[in-house]
């Protein structure tokens, strides 16, 4: 994990966040729309706040998709939800709602799932079709990582496929 | 008997985006590396590669069909249930899903990290 990586993880936190926060700031200026009256929807796209919406949505996907490539989904996703404490302060101190005390309780513990995470490995799996610059989880090769050795060496022991392409 | 369609389709949202979820990360880690991939064949390689990914198609295919749940679940049942129920139970699911079909180690600690966020996710939103 280098800065670049955390930058990445940040950036699909805070694309989530911000998107959906204009979405729906958007989609409240325009109104409901109605599966009778469908002509609604592209009022909606050509609200300003509607369009910055879903180009930060789009740059969510992609963040997201590059995290994946490189970390577990069970990294990424609890890494991630730091999105919902980061909604709730935005709500809290730029728009000055009422936050209640159960709310701030699932701050907390949605900040400690995060730091329970973060404190682990971001990659555990060995399934690489292309392990692209990463010679440990070739089978030819000496595991040139330690705990990436020992996870080989431990899944071989369970009789599990290792550093196999799929 | 409300609460039955609502539930329904709580449990169809969360089916559809934790399948979507799984496909996508599958898709991601046959691609490979994003980042390496693109300093070596560039930007237009890594989007070629990743969009003509069958697992690609099918997890979005999945997540889109989630969303249209989603939105139907929000016209039968109360908003203040369904999205905090279909966020925190994906949480849970994914976790489920990624150590069956993505051999991920999903350790103590991951899944102490899965529950706490699932938890803060429901208090959040209820």
Same mark, same amino acid.
């Given at each position: ?15 989530? /966040? /911000? ?28 609200? &300003? ?28 996703? &609890? /890494? ?20 209640? &005390? ?18 682990? &490995? ?45 | 008997? +409300? ?25 991601? +880690? ?48 109360? %908003?203040?249930l369904v999205a905090p129920a279909a966020a925190s139970l994906t949480f849970i699911g994914?976790?489920?899903?990624? +150590? ?16 706490? %966020? ?9």
């Open positions: 994990m280098n800065i670049r990586k955390y930058l990445v993880l940040a950036g699909v936190t805070v694309f989530a /966040a /911000a998107g959906d926060s204009m979405l729906s700031h958007g989609m409240k200026q325009t109104g409901s729309i109605s599966l009778n009256h469908l002509q609604g929807v592209i009022f909606a796209i050509l609200n &300003p706040w509607v369009g910055v919406g879903i180009l930060l949505l789009l740059a969510f996907f992609a963040t997201y998709m590059t995290a994946l490539s490189w970390a577990d989904l069970t990294y990424v996703l &609890p /890494a991630t939800s730091l999105g919902y404490v980061l909604l709730a302060l935005v709500a809290r101190f730029l728009l000055h709602e009422h936050v209640s &005390p159960l709310r701030w309780l699932g701050i907390a513990l949605i900040t400690g799932g995060v730091g329970f995470v973060a404190g682990g &490995p971001a990659l555990t799996e060995h399934h690489h079709a292309k392990p692209v610059g990463e010679p440990c989880g070739v089978a030819t090769s000496p595991p040139c990582d330690s705990a990436q050795g020992m996870l080989l060496a431990k899944d071989a022991r369970n009789g599990a496929p290792s550093g196999v392409d799929v | 008997m +409300k609460a039955v369609y609502t539930w329904s389709a709580i449990l169809v949202i969360v089916f559809a985006s934790v399948v979507g979820d799984v496909l996508l990360a599958h898709a991601m +880690k046959q691609v490979g590396d994003v980042g390496a991939l693109r300093r070596r064949a560039g930007l237009v390689a890594v989007i070629r590669r990743t969009l003509g990914n069958p697992n690609f198609l099918f997890g979005v295919t999945a997540m889109a069909v989630a969303f249209f749940s989603l939105l139907f679940a929000l016209s039968w049942g109360d %908003v203040s994914n976790a489920v899903a990624a +150590k069956i079909f993505l051999h991920e180690r999903v350790d103590r600690r991951r899944w102490i990290a899965a529950t706490l %966020v699932a938890a803060g996710v429901a208090l959040l939103a209820g």
